[in-house]
C-alpha cells in the first residue's frame, strides 16, 4: 500500500524550479569541501512528529488525520512504519531517530510492551535492510505515561526509577540491535516545578546514577554508539536540570561523566535559554562536546516550543559554520525534530515541510563551506586578537607573567588603542555570500 501516493520521488532541480516537490538547494550527490552533500547533512526523520504527531494543542483536539488513524493500536504501529519508510524514501533521507513509545502501544505490563515493540522492531528492521536506510539514534519517552509525573530518574518514587531503568535497558537493546549510531537522554520531566517539595542534591544524583548505569550496560551488551544529552532550559517542567550546554558540561563533570556524552543540540531549545543556536554549537565545539543536531525554530513572539521547521537561511549557515568547524558531522547527523503546524492538515504539507527544512540547511551547507574556504571570518578574528601573539600577550598566553608584572606593565603604558569590532560590515560580508 503507498501512503502518500500524491507524491512521488523528490528531486533536486535546481533553484529556478517552480515545482514545489522539488529541491532547490539540497543536491545530495553534489561536492563540498570534498565531500557529498548528503553526507555532510545526514538528514534524519524524526518519527514522533512526522508519524505519530496528531496536532493537538492545550486548547484543542488533534486536527491531522492519517490514512492509519482508526486501525487498531499494533496494525497503527506497523502502517506508520511502512509510511515512514515510503516518506523516507521519496525525499531521499538516509536517518531516522525515534522514542520506544513512537514506534509500537504501551500496555499494562513491562513485559507486555516489550513484546510489543520487539514486533514493530522485526518490522522496522526489514525496511531499513529493503531501503538502507539507517537509524541515527534512539531513545526512550520517559515523560508522556502519567507514572513519570515526578520524573523519571530525578523521580521522588523509586519504583519510578526502576521503571525508566527497564524501559532504557530495552532502548539500547533495540537501539543496538537496529545498529544505531546514537542514544539521547533528553531531560523530559527531569527537573522541578517548586524548590519548596524537592530534594535538588539527591535528584541530580540519581540521574547522573542512571546515566552511570546506561554507560555501563551499552558496554556489557556492547553498543559502541554515541550517547548524547539533549540541552533544554524548561518545559515541560518549570526549570529542567539539563538548561543549557553550559549547565550540561558542568554536571557532567561534577560527576565524572563528561567522557562518555556529547550534546544534541536543538536550535529551539537554545533560544528558549535565551541564547542563539550558534552559541550552543559553539560552546560545544570549543568543548569537544558537538555531537549531533535537533533542527528546528521557535517563534520569538510566542517563547514557547513551537519545534517548527528551520527555514531562515540566515541561521541555518551560523549553525552549519559552526558544524564545519567543529569537523561535520560524525555520529550525529541533522534530525528534524520539527512538527506542521496544526492547521497544515494535508499529509503533502510534511512533504513541504521537509523540503523546506533541507533545502534551508542544504543552502547553508553551501554558504558557510564557502565562508570557511575563504577564511572570512577566522582572518578577522585572528587579527583581532594578534596582540596575543607578541610581546605582553605572548606571556599572558603563555602564562608566564605574574600580577605584579601585569601591573608593572600597565603603570608604563601611556595611551590604550582599541581597534574597532567591525560588527556592521561582517555582517554586510556575511550577507553578501548569502545573497
Ligand atoms: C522535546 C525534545 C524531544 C527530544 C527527544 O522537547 O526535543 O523531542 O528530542 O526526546
Ligand atoms: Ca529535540
Ligand atoms: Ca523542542
Redesign the pocket.
Known amino acids: 500500500m503507498e501512503y502518500f501516493s500524491d507524491v512521488k520521488k523528490i528531486n533536486y532541480m535546481g533553484k529556478d524550479s517552480k515545482n514545489l516537490l522539488s529541491f532547490k538547494h539540497y543536491n545530495p550527490e553534489e561536492i563540498i569541501l570534498g565531500k557529498k552533500m548528503k553526507d555532510h547533512l545526514k538528514f534524519a526523520m524524526?518519527y514522533?512528529?512526522t508519524l505519530t504527531a496528531g496536532g493537538t494543542d492545550q486548547f484543542g483536539d488533534a486536527t491531522l488525520i492519517r490514512e492509519w488513524d482508526n486501525l487498531s493500536p499494533m496494525e497503527k504501529s506497523k502502517a506508520r512504519v511502512k509510511a515512514g519508510f515510503e516518506f523516507m524514501e521519496k525525499l531521499g533521507i538516509e536517518y531516522f531517530?525515534f522514542?520506544d513509545k513512537d514506534i509500537a502501544p504501551e500496555a499494562d505490563t513491562l513485559e507486555e510492551y516489550f513484546k510489543n515493540l520487539n514486533e514493530i522492531v522485526d518490522l522496522i528492521e526489514a525496511e531499513m535492510k529493503r531501503t538502507g536506510i539507517k537509524l541515527l539514534w534512539g531513545?526512550?519517552?520517559m515523560?508522556s505515561n502519567p507514572r513519570f509525573v515526578h520524573g523519571a530518574g530525578t523521580s521522588c518514587n523509586a519504583d519510578v526509577f526502576a521503571w525508566a531503568a527497564a524501559q532504557v535497558k530495552n532502548a539500547l537493546d533495540i537501539t543496538k540491535r537496529l545498529n544505531g549510531e546514537g542514544y539521547?537522554?533528553?531531560?523530559?520531566r527531569e527537573g522541578y516545578e517548586t524548590l519548596l517539595n524537592t530534594d535538588m542534591k539527591l535528584e541530580l544524583d540519581n540521574l547522573a546514577r542512571l546515566l552511570k548505569l546506561s554507560v555501563e550496560y551499552a558496554k556489557e551488551i556492547g553498543f559502541e554508539g554515541q550517547f548524547y544529552i539533549?540541552p533544554?532550559p524548561k518545559?515541560?517542567t518549570k526549570h529542567q536540570y539539563d538548561f543549557d550546554v553550559a549547565t550540561v558540561m558542568n554536571f557532567l563533570r561534577t560527576y565524572g561523566l563528561e567522557k562518555k556524552f556529547k550534546m544534541?543540540i536543538?536550535a529551539?531549545?537554545a533560544t528558549l535559554a535565551g541564547h542563539t543556536f550558534q552559541h550552543e554549537l559553539r560552546l560545544a565545539r570549543i568543548n569537544g562536546v558537538f555531537g549531533s543536531v535537533?533542527a528546528?525554530r521557535g517563534d520569538l513572539l510566542l517563547g514557547w516550543?513551537t519545534?517548527q521547521f528551520p527555514t531562515d537561511v540566515y541561521d541555518a549557515t551560523l549553525a552549519m559554520y559552526e558544524i564545519l568547524m567543529a569537523g561535520g558531522f560524525k555520529e550525529g547527523g541533522l534530525?528534524f525534530?520539527a512538527k506542521v503546524r496544526r492547521a497544515s492538515l494535508d499529509s503533502i504539507d510534511l512533504f513541504y515541510a521537509y523540503i523546506g527544512g533541507m533545502d534551508t540547511f542544504a543552502k547553508g551547507l553551501k554558504v558557510a563551506a564557502k565562508l570557511i574556504e575563504d577564511k572570512v571570518f577566522e582572518n578577522f578574528i585572528e587579527k583581532r586578537y594578534e596582540s596575543y601573539k607578541v610581546g605582553i600577550g605572548k606571556e599572558i598566553v603563555e602564562e608566564k607573567v605574574s600580577l605584579k608584572d601585569l601591573s608593572d606593565y600597565a603603570l608604563k603604558l601611556k595611551e590604550i588603542k582599541n581597534c574597532s569590532g567591525r560588527q556592521e560590515v561582517l555582517e554586510n560580508i556575511l550577507n553578501s555570500y548569502i545573497y
Open positions: 524524526s514522533w512528529h531517530c522514542h531513545t526512550s519517552n515523560f539521547v537522554f533528553w531531560g523530559g539533549e533544554k518545559e515541560p544534541n536543538e529551539n531549545h535537533d528546528n516550543d519545534d534530525n525534530d
